[in-house]
């Protein structure tokens, strides 16, 4: 009776104007090679945050999968980045 727990990462889709990545783990066990069980867990990924000065800190995906950080990698360009920036300056404005 052997078993096993596996994880995939199953589902990674770009949303919206500003990139976000989102990411669906699957965490699946089995036993003796057949599957009993699948549970998932999903996490969004944004290109950064604001520091005290209102510059943008890039998200660190370096503790990502390589398909993950290779998308994220590709699809927050300078120009969204640029967005992104102005959007969470905005909403920090208006919460204000």
């Given at each position: 009776?052997?078993l096993s727990e596996?994880t ?5 889709e770009?949303?919206?104007?500003y ?8 965490t699946v066990i089995?036993?003796?090679?057949v599957?009993?069980?699948?549970s998932?867990?999903r996490y ?11 510059e943008?800190?890039?998200t660190?995906?370096?503790g990502?999968?390589?398909?993950v950080?290779a998308i994220?990698?590709?699809v ?8 992104w ?5 905005a909403?920090?404005t208006?919460?204000l």
């Amino acid at each position: 009776m052997a078993l096993s727990e596996t994880t995939e990462y199953d589902k990674i889709e770009i949303v919206g104007q500003y990139k976000a990545v989102q990411v669906r783990k699957a965490t699946v066990i089995k036993k003796n090679d057949v599957e009993l069980t699948r549970s998932y867990e999903r996490y969004v990924l944004q290109p950064g945050d604001l520091d005290g000065n209102n510059e943008l800190v890039d998200t660190d995906v370096s503790g990502e999968p390589a398909e993950v950080s290779a998308i994220c990698n590709a699809v927050w360009t300078t120009d969204v980045k640029a967005a992104w920036k102005t959007k969470l300056i905005a909403d920090k404005t208006a919460n204000l």
